[in-house]
């Protein structure tokens, strides 16, 4: 009876170790993935996650076996279900860690019972390859804690789809080493090729797939400075402006004794209507007309203001309407992307027609933020084409930038056309 007791509890104490080294596999592989992956703020969704990497690193991995196979689906379900965000990106996250996690999982559970049999210790071999795996996991989240970003990525889907085209290399490459050796077991060339194979292919596949997962923190990077000397473009270009408004206010100033000289004279002889008119026309000078402060956020002022001067020099009328505060939870990049482009593609219509009027409204209310361009377009235009950019005379340019900006923040890029008229419609959530 006692000896029943002790092997009972020494069961049990053996199955809470394995517990416990699952779990402390799935919290430093939930460390990695929450740092690439933009996660659902539930705490139910979060932990899901977290069970789902407990179950994937001590999931057995045969080269030759089909377990993989059952594998997939799940994990692809869970990790897609528990994130948020662009689906390209979430999808190409899934499929790297499906490779870091299967890869280790495969080589040690493949090659490390036939080396334990070499030296005779084939009972060593559940033990070691369930702490092996905790020990790895928890040396791969050591080195790389340093580089793990604070927030997951946000790149644009033109570099998630190359990323997602790479991913796709590897993950057919351990597909192919584990899965078409099913019948490893046939005959020993067989086995032994699988082998082979296996081991030549599956280091590769752990560490490309690392290196891309390095590959998305430099990309967002570079994808950041690439924003951040758009920004300093348009800052400069709308800098420029100042200078230029301020030269001609010195000039002014400068040339404002002989302007009183000639009023003085004018008033002299009585000729009032002289006088009146040389006063209008120094008031139409641009140098008394200011700079353009059009809304109380930077960003949008700065895009605004270079658009509205850019408006005066082709011959185009601007009415402006708009109310965005100083902070809005939209980045800097995206809101000057935006209005742009917006008002890229409503200058270029309206050259080309008889009124020149632009028709800008945007504000923040209930939640809201609301873009509405209006302008001329000239020619008969589809509706149903410019929603597709099929008009590219009259609209078009930018118009996928503005639409994966607007999908990016779960909101909508709206466009009608007719009777002459181009409507833009921007609609975000914030």
């Known amino acids: 009876m006692l000896e029943h007791m002790i092997d009972f509890l020494h069961l049990n104490i053996q199955n809470w170790s394995w517990y416990i080294l699952f779990l402390s ?75 870091i996690i299967m890869t280790v999982s495969a080589m040690l559970d493949t090659y490390l019972g036939p080396l334990l049999n070499f030296y ?4 060593l071999y559940d033990a070691l390859t369930r702490i092996l795996r905790t ?25 998630w789809r190359l990323l997602l085209l790479l991913v796709s ?30 081991l030549t292919v599956l280091p590769f596949v752990f560490i490309t797939s690392l290196a891309l997962l390095f590959a998305v923190k430099r990309l967002e990077d570079y994808e950041q400075l690439e924003q951040a000397k758009l920004l ?45 008119a040389y006063l209008e ?33 082709r011959g185009l009328t601007g009415e402006f309407s708009v109310s965005l ?9 995206d809101l000057c992307a935006l209005l742009g482009n917006a008002l890229d593609n409503a200058m ?11 028709s800008v409204r945007c504000r923040t209310e209930k939640g809201l933020f609301m873009l509405l361009v209006e302008n001329a377009a000239d020619g008969t235009i589809n509706p149903a084409l410019a929603t597709t950019k099929a008009n590219k005379a009259a609209h078009g340019f930018g118009l996928a930038g503005m639409r994966e900006i607007a999908g990016r923040y779960g909101g909508s890029l709206e466009t009608r056309a007719g009777n002459g008229r181009f409507e833009l419609v921007v609609c975000l959530p914030l």
């Open 325 to 333: 505060p100083a902070d809005i939870p939209v980045t800097a990049v």
């Open 232 to 276: 300093a473009s348009l800052r400069e270009s709308y800098y420029q402006a100042i200078q230029r408004e301020s030269q001609q206010v010195r000039t002014l100033r400068h040339d404002l004794r002989n302007h009183l000289t000639v009023i003085r004279g004018l008033l002299e002889r009585e000729d009032t209507a002289k006088a009146a």
């Open 25 to 99: 596999s799935g919290t430093f592989l939930y460390l990695i993935c929450a740092a690439f992956l933009p996660l659902r703020p539930q705490r139910r969704w979060k932990i899901l996650l977290f069970l789902c990497l407990s179950a994937a690193s001590g999931m057995i991995i045969w080269v030759g076996d089909n377990n993989l196979l059952f594998t997939l689906p799940p994990f692809f379900a869970v990790f897609l279900l528990c994130s948020n965000g662009d689906r390209l990106g979430r999808l190409t996250v899934t499929m790297i860690f499906f490779c």
């Open 135 to 159: 020990v790895i996991w928890g040396l791969l989240y050591v080195c790389l804690r340093r580089f793990l970003p604070d927030q997951p990525p946000q790149l644009s889907r033109r570099l």
């Open 348 to 358: 270029e219509a309206a050259e080309r027609s008889e009124d020149k009027k632009i």
């Open 120 to 123: 005779e210790k084939s009972g």
């Open 281 to 313: 026309q120094i008031e139409e000078s641009s140098a008394l007309q200011g700079t353009r402060r059009l809304c109380e956020n930077e960003s949008a002022n700065v895009v605004l203001a270079a658009k509205a001067e850019e408006m005066d020099r």
């Open 169 to 198: 290399m590897p993950l057919c490459s351990l597909m192919a080493v584990v899965l078409l050796t099913y019948n490893k077991f046939d005959s020993r060339m067989v086995y032994r090729l699988a082998l082979k194979l296996g």
